[in-house]
DNA sequence: GATCCCAATGTAACTAGTTTCACAACTGAT
DNA sequence: ATCAGTTGTGAAACTAGTTACATTGGGATC
């Protein structure tokens, strides 16, 4: 057990030794054994087993300059926002031969920096951005040191880094639309922290593209289930009345809707909620969460190819911009002609059923 | 914009031109900077950053065999079960000047197997595993190439490598001796897949020592809020009657509770509902969840620091159990004594309240 | 039978760092 | 003045691969 008895792994050197042949041969039986003839490339092969000899990959980068390896700067894995898109990024990432490293930024500026000065010095040979507001440091970054990048969920086709994703602006206004010919027409506008988060600003921004006679309120809360039960809370508290919750992320809309349920306000009945992302559990709550589909795993896929493609080939990949569509289900629904103005406030501790 | 036109990077010889010293020199002043004279250090620094260098990880890890890197074989980022222990690892590992890969194998064994070698080969020093029953060949994988893993979310002090996690068992006899303390007897244990996955059999397991006059019914669903959600439906199809569902996971009581509130069914007054977990948004619910807290976070971090000694200072690490903890809310409550064997199971489609 | 070509392999020089060892220059004690 | 000890630096040899170029030997062509 002591420290001179691990015989280190066997290297280049070693293999080709105990083949009888040069370090060219065994790189050739590990790179291109076409070209090996048949008894020579089993003797190495052999010799590969024998030592179990493992290619490092230390060695591979430092002559390609190739570390086949990515990196995703991410606000946090915490809800499920960034989760299935970082999965999907993952999985078809492999398929092409690539790593990927997530580094959490807990969305603060300089953190978000930081980690992104790690994951250069690990040797990324490209990076992964939510939307397209960082800090300028981070961009002098990507720029000297001439790292690809690609920044999803967010769609600027000017942008002069190839963004792939989606209309943000345009799912809420979709949301918005739906509500408004629902004929609701004060509207909470439920959003996370607009600071950092260009994603919520385009939403924000979709939302407010509205028509005369809709009266919207915009209540900023923490990005989760727990902000998004906070802001009702609020809302009943000081009797604020809403028609609709058009919360800017499904994960407020969860808690939106725990705490609707929780003061007895009926959903769609006494007002209607909707959200943005339709995650998987989205259609499981009771009742099923309307919302915006946004092709989080669909855009994740095509990031990866992209990006792939990009260090590959270096084809800098077109901006793309993936569809969102509504998915009406049960926490919508038309305004009822009796519910006036104080129905959603007065609400009892305890449900109540009066539709 | 030419091939030829991209003035590769600076490596150590440029700099070291540049600065007018040696190639060790430089490495001095990037690795011990005390030992250079401060003009010499000087010299060399200026030269650095006009030239804009950054050393190579690839160089480095050749040299010191060390990577730097960790990877974590998860089944999925889907739901929130390894989503915040996975964060919490990661940035714990930070703190140690690590990295962590992800890769994620659907908890199909050979893919799980096929992932390992491809973290393997990338270089990284450590592997985190989610329980201890793996593939013969990824334990072979593991002994042959000597890297050290880390069996996380289980516990067993007698495992060859170090677990760090909970007592699954515990955690479901705790859920199973609330749920009996509060008078239920006929209880659904609803689960996700047994095979390849230790931690479900474990808690099926300690939710199996069961005392007389309880009946327990052992439900296996897709671990998801929509494989709660179908279990519950089964239920109402079959006109089964329970008194609580003890759901293994917290993500499958989310599906549990919503199915039973579309059905009607008042929880905790007719049915009693626990998980096994604490998500952060289980304590949102409406009823708010009732289940037995995972130190999932602690876990991490500590999975973290321990993995980082090992390959630091080759110090196996010791297995470790966290303490789980019954977090009893409002999803359990005692049985009722009017509710007789039918109430569960004749709900009508749409609520009712008889409790 | 000499020339040519090509496939198969070897030699050695790369990639970009770290590290050992040698050596010069200076300090301080004898 | 001499010797020992420290300090700072450089030359060169490592780490483990890839690859450009050279070499060898056999078969086909002239």
Redesign the interface.
Known sequence: MNSRR?KK?ANLRDVARAANVSVATVSRVLNSPAIVQQDTRLRVETAITEL?F??????R??NSGR???FGALIP???N?TF??T??AI??RL?QFGF??????TAEVPEQEVQ?AK??????VEGLFLPGISHEAALYDLLA???VPAIAISYFDPGFSYPTIGYDNRKAARLALDHLFELGHQRIAVVHGPKIHNDRTRERIAGASEHRKDVALTFLETEL???GG?TVVAQAMAEKWSFDAYLCVSDVLA??VL??L??YGVAVPDVVSVIGIHDL??S????PRLSTVHLPAEEMGQHAAEALAQWVEDDVVPDAVCFECKLVARETTARKTAVTNSKSASTAPKHPT?DA
């Open positions: 691990d792994r179990g493992h290619p490092s990959a230390a060695a980068a430092i570390s086949k390896i946090s894995l915490d499920d989760a299935l970082i999965e993952e999985r492999g790593s990927l490293v997530v580094a959490t980690r790690e994951l250069l010095d690990i040797g000297r040191r001439r989760s289930v727990a039960a969860f808690g725990f705490e349920q929780r998987p559990s259609q499981m709550t009771t059923k």
